[in-house]
């Protein structure tokens, strides 16, 4: 979604991840050890990015989450329980500055992430703790950064570098959420083509890091935060004005504090529309 030009884009994006193996330090652990069992969630999100001009845009997401969850809990507090809701998450709007040369080649972003999802879903037992709710109920703010080139110009071969940095500022219900900071770097090719159909295999690498949650309702700071790199093969898939975007991230460096559930893969796909 870097801009590319004036003029808008509505885009439909749906994320999949299904965190089902404990793990621990930088290994696969026994799922005894963490009173958690499954974390399964599908991300549904309607975005809008506008470029009034070729230096000034703004962009803003309004996802929802469904989430189905499973831990130990229960009347006796020994029992494998579940719970499946669907809620708002998240609102986040950013602005948008890439000015700084003649072909927007580089560019920063800078915005809030709003205290609107929900994150007060729970069972008669008090099973959900805030770090598995869909919302943070947090106020964050949003910095990130861009950067396009041609890797080699007469191939067709372009690289890509960003850069995103999530801090909350402000928090409810003594349940601070850690800063997490992502990146990604990439490249792909854009000289295939089937008649107005253009195809663009997309490769990325890409790095996050999380600190971890504190206050006093914090379920088990210990087990927060984590360091973790993907790759991600992808393709792009362009029919002016529709493009779709699908990729699948997979993990080769992970490593969690205390015990934590993990996914062994993330799934993107996204749909977009330009006006």
């Not at 993907?230 to 699948?248: A, R």
């Amino acid at each position: 979604m870097i801009p590319n030009g004036t003029g808008g884009t509505v885009y439909f994006e749906y994320d999949y991840q299904d965190q089902n193996q404990n793990w621990s330090g930088h290994a696969k652990a026994p799922a005894a050890d963490n009173p958690d069992k499954e974390i399964r969630t599908s991300f549904y999100t309607l975005g809008l990015q506008y470029m009034f001009n070729r230096n000034w845009g703004i962009q803003a997401e309004l996802p929802v989450d469904s989430r189905y969850f499973q831990t130990t809990g229960g009347a006796t507090g020994n029992e494998i329980v579940s719970a499946n809701w669907t809620a708002e998450s998240d609102v986040r709007v950013e602005g948008i500055y890439d000015g700084f040369f003649a072909d927007q080649s580089l560019g920063i972003t800078f915005g809030l992430k709003l205290p609107t999802g929900d994150y007060t879903e729970n069972d008669f037992y008090g099973d959900v703790d805030r770090d598995s709710e869909i919302g943070t109920g947090s106020t964050d703010i949003l910095l990130g950064g861009f950067f396009e080139h041609s890797l080699i110009q007469s191939a067709n071969l372009d690289w890509f570098a960003q850069a995103a940095l999530d801090v909350p500022i402000f928090s409810r219900d003594h349940y601070d959420p850690g800063t997490e900071g992502d990146m990604a770097l990439g490249g792909y090719y854009d000289g295939f083509s089937i008649g107005r159909v253009l195809i663009v295999p997309v490769g990325q690498i890409i790095a996050s890091l999380r600190s971890i949650d504190t206050g006093s309702n914090a379920a088990n700071p210990v087990a927060s935060g984590f360091e973790r790199v993907y790759l991600s093969p992808g393709i792009e898939i362009h029919l002016h004005p529709v493009m779709i975007y699908g990729d699948v991230e997979l993990p080769v460096y992970m490593h969690v504090n205390g015990d934590q559930l993990v996914a062994s893969n993330l799934l993107k796909i996204i749909v977009s529309y330009k006006f």
